[in-house]
């Protein structure tokens, strides 16, 4: 039973993985109370809890990594 169990749990895993999303974009606007960012493109994310925004600025651009279906920034790289 235990057998199933972690099979299971590591094909669930493996699939949500798979359901990730990337995005490139130009930051026009930051606000650090609400945890949004918003791109020239007019898509806003909200950071997760844990991501810190280093170096993030207007104007900048970055790669932001969100699950599908999802507004939520797992993981923010700032492009130099």
Do not use: C, H, Q
């Not at 359901?19 to 930051?27: H, I, L, P, R, T």
């Not at 909200?46 to 170096?55: I, K, T, W």
Request: no cysteine.
């Amino acid at each position: 039973m235990t057998k199933i169990l972690v099979t299971a749990v590591s094909i669930l895993t493996m699939t949500a993985a798979a359901f990730a999303g990337e995005v490139e974009g130009v930051v026009t606007n930051y606000d650090p109370a609400t945890k949004m960012i918003v791109l020239e493109s007019g898509e806003a994310f909200r950071l997760a809890d844990g991501v810190e925004p280093d170096g993030l600025v207007p104007g900048g651009k970055v790669v932001i990594t969100y699950d599908d279906g999802t507004t939520d920034a797992n993981s923010i790289a700032v492009m130099e």
